[in-house]
């Protein structure tokens, strides 16, 4: 059975604060649908190979890590439906002395590669990727002549849309014709980037999660985007714009690119909004915030509330019971770090928190 992202979060730190003294902790990864007995037979041919390490203890560690993945690798006849991660290798933190420890599991998502490595080090790239955070923004790269629209999830950029307006390029002569092409130019921008909008609206209604749109383009371009009335709503969910050198598809690249610093701050501003929200509450003492294990666990069975903050100080086992219960009543769910002051308060207070839907009598 797949675990949890909170579990895996708990597994991941672990294995980040092991180093062994020379390349003997083995990392495996095995993608979904993949043979397993092709990794027990890997493994076999790297004992064979492994028993030819001069060093006598980093032959021993090795000889013994592999043996122990092989064991692991055993204990699954097919490879689970997510994939497979084994990670083994003596962690002591004395020379001569052996801690083997071992880690295999089904992580929460798609293992999208193989891999064996034998480093100092467990390899946990593709794990810390799972845990990022699957977040969805719109994005939009706007000027004259072309518009390319499409969606940041995760680390994750796809393409949804690329258009072409029929605005003619700018009219150099004079003459008394000169301003009433421009006038005309000017509208046909502005219905353009309207045309624009209409499509942003279709194609982002797909994504009810969407936190936000990243805008670029020439500076000129945004701020007509921004200031037409028609767009105003859309223009309210632009969280950052960027000027771009680039165009068309590899322009999306770039606004991700540039637009780094914003999304992690509001990252952090999303969090502190939803504490604030909560601590506002309990402030007022309305009766829709709650607090501490016993009463939040309580009012989440009774079916009531509508969000629940959980801090990331808990225990495994506490946050996947609590988020079961929330399931089943549709309770919208949130883990808070302790990277903020809000986060700190809320592992004060018992590590949980809970808006309710309407008070209670």
């Known amino acids: 059975m797949a675990m949890s992202k909170y579990e895996l979060k708990k597994i991941v730190n672990e294995l980040k604060t092991y180093r062994a003294r020379h390349t003997e902790f083995i990392t495996i990864y095995v993608p979904r649908g993949f043979n397993i007995n092709v990794v027990r037979d890997q493994l076999s041919q790297e004992l064979s190979t492994a028993s030819n390490i001069k060093s006598k ?55 999208e590669v193989r891999m064996y490595r034998c480093e100092q080090e467990f390899i946990l790239g593709p794990l810390i990727d799972m845990l990022e955070a699957k977040y969805v923004y719109g994005l939009v790269v706007i000027d004259e002549h072309e518009a390319v629209i499409g969606v940041l999830k995760g680390k994750s950029i796809k393409m949804l849309k690329e258009l072409n307006s029929l605005v003619p390029g700018k009219f150099k002569a004079g003459g008394q014709s000169a301003p009433r092409f421009q006038h005309v130019r000017q509208e046909m921008v502005k219905d353009w980037f309207r045309s624009i909008g209409v499509v942003c609206n279709n194609l982002f209604n797909q994504y009810p999660n969407m936190r936000g749109i990243l805008l670029g383009g020439a500076g000129f371009a945004k701020e007509i985007f921004l200031k037409d009335p028609y767009l105003k709503d859309l223009a309210k969910k632009v969280i950052t714009s960027q000027d771009l050198s680039h165009s068309g598809e590899v322009a999306l690249e770039e606004l991700v690119s540039k637009s780094e610093a914003a999304l992690a701050q509001e990252e952090v501003l999303s969090e502190k909004k939803l504490m604030f929200s909560f601590l506002t509450e309990l402030g007022k003492d309305s009766g829709l915030a709650v607090y501490g294990k016993e009463d939040v666990i309580k009012v989440l069975n009774q079916g009531v509330v ?35 002051k809000e986060g700190q308060q809320l592992f004060k207070l018992g590590g949980y928190g809970a808006v309710l839907r309407f008070k209670l009598s």
């Open 57 to 111: 203890t980093t032959r021993k560690n090795v000889l013994a890590a592999l043996e122990k993945a092989l064991s692991e690798s055993r204990n699954y006849k097919v490879t689970p439906e997510n994939g497979l991660a084994i990670f083994t290798g003596n962690i002591s933190r004395v020379e001569g002395q052996m801690d083997l420890r071992a880690w295999s599991f089904e992580p929460p998502e798609n293992v």
């Open 306 to 340: 509508d969000t629940l903050l959980l801090s990331e100080g808990l225990d495994i086992k506490d946050v996947e019971e609590a988020t079961a219960i929330a399931e089943g009543y549709s309770t919208k769910v949130f883990l808070i770090s302790q990277e903020t």
